[in-house]
């Protein structure tokens, strides 16, 4: 289940082609696609169904497609682990590309402009560190009832205590705060997810996703 795994991105005057990028999930993966769908696309040998980590240490059933190259590989995740069904969501490739032209690697301040506004995240160096939160922004709502988990991760430690006290542990912390000019945070990961279709409306959380299959 995608949020077990991750826990699961332009409103400026000016946009650069490299952020010109449509901001919707990819057609090609859906919540209706099923095991057999990703194995007539990437080939039967391609498609490996079997334990993977999640967070604290713990592991979960899901599929890996490309397992044996670090650029393409990718993780699908089921809403039903043991049957593997209800897709609930989806890691992007090393090289692959998100919403609005997210990346693996790209500057907070560059998917901040995707945003079309500062947002927040959790602070940084425990299991849920890094975790953004897009709400009223651009990248809360996506079309055809997907929604995006971004990660991100320092890309140089904090020079002293007093910024790593300021960006670390359980906090929301903001995307245009003064310390990230300083240990410039990256995407370290792109989880888009999707919202069981078999979970009562009430039990939906924030995100889009049901604490059914928690």
């Known amino acids: 289940m995608l949020v ?3 826990a ?27 095991l057999a769908d990703l194995q007539k696309t990437y080939g039967t040998a391609n498609v490996i169904t079997g334990d993977v980590d999640g967070p604290e240490g713990t592991t979960m059933s899901a599929t890996t497609i ?13 809403w039903d682990e043991e049957k593997h069904e209800r897709l609930s969501g989806y890691t992007i490739a090393a090289n692959g ?5 997210l990346k ?6 560059d998917v901040q402009a995707i945003n079309g506004k500062p947002f927040k995240l959790s602070g940084f160096y425990w299991d849920y560190g890094g975790n953004a939160n897009f709400e009223g922004g651009k ?3 996506l079309p055809d009832n997907c929604f995006v988990n971004v990660t991100f991760n320092p890309s140089i430690d904090p020079p ?3 910024i790593s006290t300021a960006i670390s542990g359980e906090k929301d912390l903001m995307s245009n705060m003064k310390e990230f000019a300083i240990v410039k945070p990256v ?9 069981d279709p078999d979970a009562p409306a009430d039990e939906a959380t924030d995100d889009g996703s049901s604490s059914a299959a928690d």
Do not use: H
């Open 8 to 34: 699961f991105v332009l409103a400026v005057s000016f946009v650069s082609p490299a952020f010109a990028a449509d901001l919707a999930c990819d057609p090609s993966i859906t919540a209706k696609t099923t």
């Open 187 to 195: 995407v370290q990961s792109i989880d888009i997810g999707f919202p």
């Open 4 to 6: 077990r795994a991750t």
């Open 66 to 78: 490309f397992p044996k190259d670090e650029a393409k590989t990718f993780i699908v995740y089921w």
């Open 160 to 162: 002293n205590d007093k």
């Open 97 to 101: 590309t998100g919403p609005g032209g």
């Open 104 to 109: 693996v690697g790209m500057s907070i301040k």
């Open 139 to 141: 990248l809360a709502s």
